[in-house]
């Protein structure tokens, strides 16, 4: 019913940019919350950034500073600028959509498939 894509992804230097986009689509009527969370080799997922229909976004402490979430609400679309990357960013980035309220009147949670991110030393 309802899908996220994300694309941006890839290898990039320390000190380097990308920008991360994800994509809702489906029967959606609106969604309350949008987020970015990553997974690291051997490590739990972890919330980077979220942002809610009035694009107040908050920020994992470690991302603070050089990550910046923005959310197009006419589009379902959210972005992830991400500058100053460091090694310990490497992880796949994953989206999600929180109590989306599909046109049916129901709510669900979605997860996107995610987008690897490398960033070299």
């Known amino acids: 019913q ?6 941006g992804g890839g290898l990039v230097q320390a ?5 991360l986009s994800c994509v809702a689509s489906g029967n959606i009527f609106s969604i309350d919350v949008m987020g970015w969370y990553r997974q690291a080799p051997g490590k ?9 229909s009035a694009n107040s976004a908050n920020y994992a402490d470690s991302v603070k500073g050089r990550f910046t ?40 949670d979605v997860w996107g498939q995610g987008t690897p991110v490398t960033v070299s030393s």
């Open 69 to 108: 979430m923005s959310r197009d609400n006419a589009r379902n679309t959210v972005y992830l600028q991400m500058d100053s990357l460091k090694p310990e960013d490497t992880a796949v980035y994953y989206c999600k959509a929180e109590r989306v309220l599909l046109i049916s009147r129901s709510y669900v």
């Open 2 to 7: 309802v899908q996220l894509v994300e694309s």
């Open 15 to 19: 000190g380097g940019s990308l920008r």
């Open 44 to 52: 739990q997922r972890e919330l980077v950034a979220a942002a809610t």
